[in-house]
Protein backbone atom coordinates (compact mmCIF):
# COMPACT_ATOMS: atom_id res chain seq x y z
CA UNK A 1 0.00 0.00 0.00
CA UNK A 2 1.83 2.87 -0.76
CA UNK A 3 -0.87 5.46 -0.13
CA UNK A 4 -2.18 6.48 -3.40
CA UNK A 5 -5.99 7.17 -3.17
CA UNK A 6 -6.61 6.67 -6.76
CA UNK A 7 -7.79 9.87 -8.07
CA UNK A 8 -9.64 13.08 -6.48
CA UNK A 9 -12.01 15.78 -9.28
CA UNK A 10 -8.96 14.15 -11.41
CA UNK A 11 -6.34 14.43 -9.45
CA UNK A 12 -4.20 11.32 -7.92
CA UNK A 13 -4.40 12.00 -3.91
CA UNK A 14 -1.17 11.09 -2.32
CA UNK A 15 -0.99 11.26 1.38
CA UNK A 16 2.10 10.19 3.31
CA UNK A 17 4.32 13.09 2.58
CA UNK A 18 5.10 15.61 4.80
CA UNK A 19 4.49 19.34 4.41
CA UNK A 20 6.69 21.77 2.46
CA UNK A 21 8.32 22.82 5.54
CA UNK A 22 9.61 19.55 7.05
CA UNK A 23 10.70 18.50 3.35
CA UNK A 24 13.23 21.52 3.48
CA UNK A 25 13.62 20.97 6.86
CA UNK A 26 14.83 17.13 5.84
CA UNK A 27 17.04 18.44 3.14
CA UNK A 28 19.13 20.98 5.01
CA UNK A 29 19.89 18.78 7.74
CA UNK A 30 21.20 16.40 4.69
CA UNK A 31 23.35 19.29 3.33
CA UNK A 32 25.01 19.37 7.08
CA UNK A 33 25.72 15.47 6.63
CA UNK A 34 26.76 15.74 3.05
CA UNK A 35 27.04 18.72 1.58
CA UNK A 36 27.21 19.26 -2.07
CA UNK A 37 25.75 20.26 -5.04
CA UNK A 38 22.60 18.20 -4.81
CA UNK A 39 21.06 20.32 -2.45
CA UNK A 40 20.61 23.29 -4.90
CA UNK A 41 19.96 20.72 -7.97
CA UNK A 42 16.93 19.31 -5.61
CA UNK A 43 15.32 22.39 -4.73
CA UNK A 44 15.33 23.46 -8.28
CA UNK A 45 13.65 19.86 -9.36
CA UNK A 46 10.56 20.88 -6.75
CA UNK A 47 10.93 24.49 -7.98
CA UNK A 48 10.44 22.56 -11.41
CA UNK A 49 8.01 20.44 -10.17
CA UNK A 50 5.63 23.02 -8.72
CA UNK A 51 5.81 25.32 -11.34
CA UNK A 52 4.50 22.16 -13.89
CA UNK A 53 2.09 20.81 -11.32
CA UNK A 54 0.16 24.32 -11.61
CA UNK A 55 -0.51 23.95 -14.98
CA UNK A 56 -1.42 20.40 -15.31
CA UNK A 57 -4.90 18.82 -14.01
CA UNK A 58 -3.81 15.81 -12.25
CA UNK A 59 -1.29 17.26 -9.85
CA UNK A 60 -1.00 19.11 -6.89
CA UNK A 61 1.77 21.73 -6.82
CA UNK A 62 2.14 21.32 -2.98
CA UNK A 63 3.31 17.91 -3.26
CA UNK A 64 4.82 18.01 -6.22
CA UNK A 65 7.02 20.80 -4.06
CA UNK A 66 7.95 17.89 -1.83
CA UNK A 67 8.32 14.97 -3.99
CA UNK A 68 10.91 16.62 -6.13
CA UNK A 69 12.56 18.19 -2.94
CA UNK A 70 12.94 15.05 -1.44
CA UNK A 71 13.88 12.78 -4.29
CA UNK A 72 17.54 12.58 -3.73
CA UNK A 73 17.23 12.92 0.13
CA UNK A 74 18.98 9.32 0.33
CA UNK A 75 22.11 11.40 -0.19
CA UNK A 76 22.20 12.13 3.29
CA UNK A 77 24.19 9.13 4.19
CA UNK A 78 27.21 10.29 1.66
CA UNK A 79 28.74 10.26 -1.70
CA UNK A 80 26.55 6.92 -2.97
CA UNK A 81 25.30 5.97 -6.38
CA UNK A 82 22.48 3.34 -6.73
CA UNK A 83 22.23 2.82 -2.91
CA UNK A 84 20.82 7.08 -2.74
CA UNK A 85 17.83 5.36 -4.04
CA UNK A 86 17.32 2.80 -1.04
CA UNK A 87 18.82 4.69 1.54
CA UNK A 88 16.13 7.97 0.58
CA UNK A 89 13.46 5.41 0.69
CA UNK A 90 14.70 4.14 3.64
CA UNK A 91 14.96 7.30 5.53
CA UNK A 92 11.03 8.43 4.35
CA UNK A 93 9.49 5.39 4.71
CA UNK A 94 10.84 5.01 8.21
CA UNK A 95 8.96 8.56 9.16
CA UNK A 96 5.66 6.99 7.51
CA UNK A 97 6.08 9.29 4.36
CA UNK A 98 5.81 6.13 2.32
CA UNK A 99 4.91 8.07 -0.64
CA UNK A 100 7.81 10.27 -0.75
CA UNK A 101 9.79 7.33 -0.30
CA UNK A 102 8.50 6.06 -3.28
CA UNK A 103 10.21 8.62 -5.02
CA UNK A 104 13.40 7.76 -4.04
CA UNK A 105 13.23 5.03 -5.51
CA UNK A 106 11.33 5.33 -9.18
CA UNK A 107 12.76 8.60 -10.41
CA UNK A 108 16.11 6.43 -10.67
CA UNK A 109 14.56 3.36 -12.57
CA UNK A 110 12.55 4.65 -15.67
CA UNK A 111 12.28 1.16 -17.02
CA UNK A 112 11.48 -0.59 -14.31
CA UNK A 113 14.50 -2.79 -14.09
CA UNK A 114 18.12 -1.82 -12.39
CA UNK A 115 20.34 -3.24 -15.52
CA UNK A 116 19.38 0.40 -16.80
CA UNK A 117 21.01 2.27 -13.94
CA UNK A 118 24.65 3.18 -15.76
CA UNK A 119 26.37 4.40 -12.32
CA UNK A 120 28.03 2.38 -9.21
CA UNK A 121 25.99 -0.92 -8.26
CA UNK A 122 26.68 0.03 -4.41
CA UNK A 123 23.45 -1.43 -1.96
CA UNK A 124 24.13 -5.21 -0.80
CA UNK A 125 22.29 -7.75 -2.66
CA UNK A 126 19.55 -8.15 -0.16
CA UNK A 127 19.02 -4.20 -1.31
CA UNK A 128 19.22 -4.94 -4.67
CA UNK A 129 16.85 -7.30 -4.61
CA UNK A 130 14.18 -5.26 -2.65
CA UNK A 131 14.29 -2.45 -5.17
CA UNK A 132 13.80 -4.92 -7.94
CA UNK A 133 10.79 -6.66 -6.31
CA UNK A 134 10.10 -2.99 -5.26
CA UNK A 135 9.76 -1.17 -8.57
CA UNK A 136 8.01 -4.56 -10.37
CA UNK A 137 5.17 -4.11 -7.67
CA UNK A 138 4.75 -0.29 -8.32
CA UNK A 139 2.62 1.06 -11.29
CA UNK A 140 4.15 4.45 -11.76
CA UNK A 141 1.79 7.04 -11.72
CA UNK A 142 2.13 11.02 -13.22
CA UNK A 143 4.07 12.12 -10.01
CA UNK A 144 6.85 9.44 -10.83
CA UNK A 145 7.43 10.92 -14.32
CA UNK A 146 7.05 14.33 -13.31
CA UNK A 147 10.00 13.74 -10.77
CA UNK A 148 11.77 11.76 -13.49
CA UNK A 149 10.96 14.81 -16.01
CA UNK A 150 11.95 17.54 -13.34
CA UNK A 151 15.55 15.34 -12.27
CA UNK A 152 16.42 16.38 -15.90
CA UNK A 153 15.56 19.71 -15.88
CA UNK A 154 17.71 20.98 -12.67
CA UNK A 155 21.51 21.80 -12.93
CA UNK A 156 22.96 22.35 -9.40
CA UNK A 157 22.90 25.94 -10.96
CA UNK A 158 19.11 26.32 -12.30
CA UNK A 159 17.04 25.17 -15.18
CA UNK A 160 18.46 23.82 -18.41
CA UNK A 161 17.58 21.55 -21.90
CA UNK A 162 16.92 18.41 -21.00
CA UNK A 163 19.28 17.21 -23.66
CA UNK A 164 22.53 19.33 -21.91
CA UNK A 165 21.30 17.30 -18.70
CA UNK A 166 21.38 13.66 -20.51
CA UNK A 167 24.90 14.36 -21.96
CA UNK A 168 26.03 15.99 -18.63
CA UNK A 169 24.75 12.72 -16.34
CA UNK A 170 26.05 10.44 -19.43
CA UNK A 171 29.60 11.36 -19.39
CA UNK A 172 29.76 11.46 -15.47
CA UNK A 173 27.91 8.40 -14.94
CA UNK A 174 27.96 6.24 -18.67
CA UNK A 175 25.75 4.92 -20.21
CA UNK A 176 24.40 1.29 -20.75
CA UNK A 177 22.63 -0.57 -23.85
CA UNK A 178 19.22 0.75 -22.30
CA UNK A 179 20.46 4.50 -22.30
CA UNK A 180 18.76 5.45 -26.24
CA UNK A 181 15.57 3.53 -24.54
CA UNK A 182 15.20 6.03 -21.68
CA UNK A 183 15.84 8.85 -23.02
CA UNK A 184 13.21 8.01 -25.71
CA UNK A 185 10.63 7.61 -22.55
CA UNK A 186 11.70 10.72 -21.67
CA UNK A 187 11.31 13.09 -24.32
CA UNK A 188 7.84 10.90 -24.77
CA UNK A 189 7.16 12.14 -20.96
CA UNK A 190 7.80 15.29 -21.65
CA UNK A 191 5.27 15.25 -24.50
CA UNK A 192 2.78 13.78 -22.51
CA UNK A 193 3.21 16.47 -19.35
CA UNK A 194 3.40 19.08 -22.26
CA UNK A 195 -0.18 17.74 -23.70
CA UNK A 196 -1.87 18.01 -20.50
CA UNK A 197 -0.53 21.38 -19.35
CA UNK A 198 -0.86 22.76 -23.04
CA UNK A 199 2.46 24.83 -23.82
CA UNK A 200 6.12 24.14 -23.13
CA UNK A 201 7.73 23.35 -19.95
CA UNK A 202 10.29 25.55 -20.99
CA UNK A 203 8.39 28.10 -20.81
CA UNK A 204 7.61 27.57 -16.73
CA UNK A 205 11.19 27.45 -16.00
CA UNK A 206 12.71 31.48 -15.32
CA UNK A 207 16.94 31.44 -16.03
CA UNK A 208 16.47 28.34 -17.98
CA UNK A 209 17.87 29.61 -21.42
CA UNK A 210 20.66 31.99 -19.97
CA UNK A 211 21.16 28.44 -17.68
CA UNK A 212 21.46 26.33 -20.56
CA UNK A 213 23.98 28.12 -22.69
CA UNK A 214 26.07 30.02 -20.27
FE1 LIG B 1 18.26 14.21 -8.73
Not at 53 to 65: F, G, I, N, Q, T
Not at 99 to 121: M, N, P, Q, V
Not at 181 to 190: A, T
Request: proline letters at 3%.
Amino acid sequence: MFGVLGEMKGRIVLIKIPDRNTAKKFLMEAEKLNPGRWVPHSLFVAQAAEAIAKEHPELDSEVAYVVGCLHDIGRREGITYMRHSFDGYRFLQQRGYDDAARICITHTFWLKGLEEYSGKWDCSADEISFLESYIASVEYNEYDRLIQLCDCLALPSGFCLLEKRLVEAAIRYGTTEHTAVKWKLLFENKDKVEQKIGGSIYDLLPGLRENTFS
